[in-house]
T-cell receptor, first 116, second 107 residues
Framework: EAQVTQNPRYLITVTGKKLTVTCSQNMNHEYMSWYRQDPGLGLRQIYYSMNVEVTDKGDVPEGYKVSRKEKRNFPLILESPSPNQTSLYFC???????????????FGPGTRLTVT | KNEVEQSPQNLTAQEGEFITINCSYSVGISALHWLQQHPGGGIVSLFMLSSGKKKHGRLIATINIQEKHSSLHITASHPRDSAVYICAVLYTDKLIFGTGTRLQVFP
């Protein structure tokens, strides 16, 4: 089954304790991305990756790191989480977005992070 | 001012009604996405389009590049269509999202 998986689904942590949210896709997609969703602000892009070893900042990259060592995995790293990073996080993947056609983004189920 | 504006923010309808959700944007884009977010939080991509019109079942999406406007129509709405509908534009290689339209369809 084609899917994007995220782990963990729920996480409560304390300020400053490094954490990693994993994202994996089994569709051989080149493009992967991380978003956060906050009430009243909607979805905002954190980082994206066009392919292995190629990553770029989205609109809200501060406080986050990513890596793309393998095509299927795109982990999101919070080196020193703070309460303002409490949010719902989504990972997504797709073939390169600039191709016209029926391509779409496949979203993971979301990770609800609380930083106290 | 947001680069992507959706209207209305909230919408209620009776089952069977024709629904229209609008999306206007202010930047030059290469494509536009319509997404559906279920009450449980999961997000599904409905359409990606860069011109014209696309149809999938009871859903129709249109885009007018010159006017920087897109619409999502739902024909014969059903309570299972209740969700948040999100417009997102592809600007360079980034997606910029609207804040969504919450639709509730009552039997």
């Amino acid at each position: 089954e084609a899917q994007v998986t995220q782990n963990p689904r729920y996480l409560i942590t304390v300020t400053g304790k490094k954490l990693t949210v994993t994202c994996s896709q089994n569709m051989n997609h080149e493009y992967m991305s991380w978003y956060r969703q906050d009430p009243g602000l909607g979805l905002r892009q954190i980082y994206y990756s066009m392919n292995v070893e190629v990553t770029d900042k989205g609109d809200v990259p501060e406080g986050y790191k990513v890596s793309r060592k393998e095509k299927r995995n795109f982990p999101l790293i919070l080196e020193s989480p703070s309460p303002n990073q409490t949010s719902l996080y989504f990972c997504a993947s797709s073939p390169p977005l600039w191709r016209e056609g029926h391509y779409e983004q496949y979203f993971g189920p979301g990770t609800r992070l609380t930083v106290t | 001012k947001n680069e992507v504006e959706q209207s209305p923010q909230n919408l209620t309808a009776q089952e069977g009604e024709f629904i229209t959700i609008n999306c206007s944007y202010s930047v030059g884009i290469s494509a536009l996405h319509w997404l559906q977010q279920h009450p449980g939080g999961g997000i599904v991509s409905l359409f990606m389009l860069s011109s014209g019109k696309k149809k999938h079942g009871r859903l129709i999406a249109t885009i007018n590049i010159q006017e920087k406007h897109s619409s999502l129509h739902i024909t014969a709405s059903h309570p299972r269509d209740s969700a948040v509908y999100i417009c997102a534009v592809l600007y360079t290689d980034k997606l910029i999202f609207g804040t969504g339209t919450r639709l509730q369809v009552f039997p």
